[in-house]
């Protein structure tokens, strides 16, 4: 894996991207940003799978102004997202939101991008720009391959930014297409110092989107590339930081919770694993332990396969051995394997 990057890290409220700060795990709430109560009641949704930021959808001044109202409601950093109308960044930044993140496919007019830039920095408000291969300026070289028409958009607005004196800048360049995403970032990666947001875009229902997200954003981050990163899914936002960290846990980035070892099963398997394995991967998700768990399907080679796991169950016939570091404790019923497996989780 190559060394991460080095880039100038900044402060989203009290999170920091960039720098040597662990990769921030981020997503984005589907609710109506004007409906606040829906709004606040899925953020914390999201709080308690630990999303280190959330974005919100600004479409219109109503949703803008209702940004007060939820960021009071709620604990993690909070950033507006705005395209097309400069004044809802405007209001968004009165409103008190943590970062900003501009389209410049569609706000690029230097006015309307200066007056952003402005209250921003009286702020201490950072900046995304946010370029996506879906909404791209209209100007710009079309004989340009998509990824560098990308980093063209970007690299104006950087330069802009630039140019008024702000330099609380994060960028991203996402596209649905992976190769064009990784060649983009890796082609701004070395011509400017600030954080990158890496991603990719409309990425498709979970059982799909995971893997194409997990394809393009892995291989960022083990290129060294990337200081925050969100998994956009068609599915609740919840699942997009649950992916996260499991992207960050298999590259060993960062510790999340527990780990799920579970085997695939095959014709040695007499147990239901995978209602088992499902029944204790939703139980793990209250816990915030950075333990491993094995949920293996025979007596055979389970405690084996999963010997590095710190507990976990093997199961045969009926009745499964209960294990830690590898070594068996006990024989539990199948009534119990969940029950005991849980219960020894809570004493580690
Ligand atoms: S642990 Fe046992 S049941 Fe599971 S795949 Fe391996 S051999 Fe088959």
């Not at 309307?112 to 100007?139: D, F, H, L, Q, T």
């Not at 008024?164 to 990666?189: G, Q």
Request: contains cysteine; hydrophobic residues 40%.
């Amino acid at each position: 894996m190559n060394p991460r990057r080095v880039s100038t890290p900044i402060q989203i409220g009290n999170v920091t991207i960039g720098g040597d700060a662990p990769i921030v795990v981020q997503s984005m709430t589907n609710t109506d940003t004007r409906d606040v109560m829906s709004t606040i009641s899925q953020i914390k949704e999201l709080e308690e799978v630990d999303c280190e930021i959330v974005r919100l959808a600004v479409p219109d001044m109503q949703a803008a102004q209702a940004l007060t109202e939820i960021k009071k409601a709620i604990s993690i950093p909070m950033i507006a997202d705005i395209h097309f109308d400069h004044r809802l960044a405007l209001a968004a930044l009165e409103a008190g939101v943590d970062g900003l993140r501009l389209n410049p496919g569609n706000i690029s007019e230097p006015d309307k991008v200066k007056a952003v830039v402005k209250a921003a920095g009286e702020r201490n408000v950072p900046i995304r720009i946010g370029v996506n291969a879906g909404s791209m300026p209209v100007k710009g070289d079309p004989g340009l391959s998509t990824a560098r028409r990308m980093v063209e958009a970007a690299m104006e607005q950087v330069k802009l930014l630039e140019s008024l004196d702000f330099n609380l800048i994060k960028v991203s360049l996402k596209a649905f297409d992976v190769p064009t995403t990784i060649e983009a970032y890796r082609d701004i990666a070395d011509k400017i110092p600030y954080p990158l947001h890496i991603g990719i875009t409309e990425a498709g229902p979970p059982r799909t989107g995971i893997i194409r997200s997990t394809v393009g954003i892995s291989t960022l981050l083990y290129m060294g590339i990337g200081d925050t990163i969100r998994v956009s899914l068609t599915a609740h936002p919840r699942e997009e930081v649950i992916a996260g960290y499991e992207i960050l846990k298999s590259l060993d980035l960062r510790q999340h919770g527990p780990v799920l070892v579970s085997c695939p099963t095959c014709g040695r398997t007499e147990v239901d694993l995978v209602r088992i394995a499902t029944e204790v991967e939703q139980q793990l998700l209250k816990v915030k332990k950075p333990v491993k768990v094995a949920v293996m399907g025979c007596v055979v080679n389970g405690p084996g396969e999963a010997k590095d796991a710190d507990v976990g169950i093997a199961c045969g016939k009926g009745r499964a051995v209960l294990f830690k570091k590898g070594k068996k404790i006990k024989t539990i019923e199948e009534k119990d394997f969940v029950k005991a497996l849980m219960a020894e989780v809570e004493r580690l």
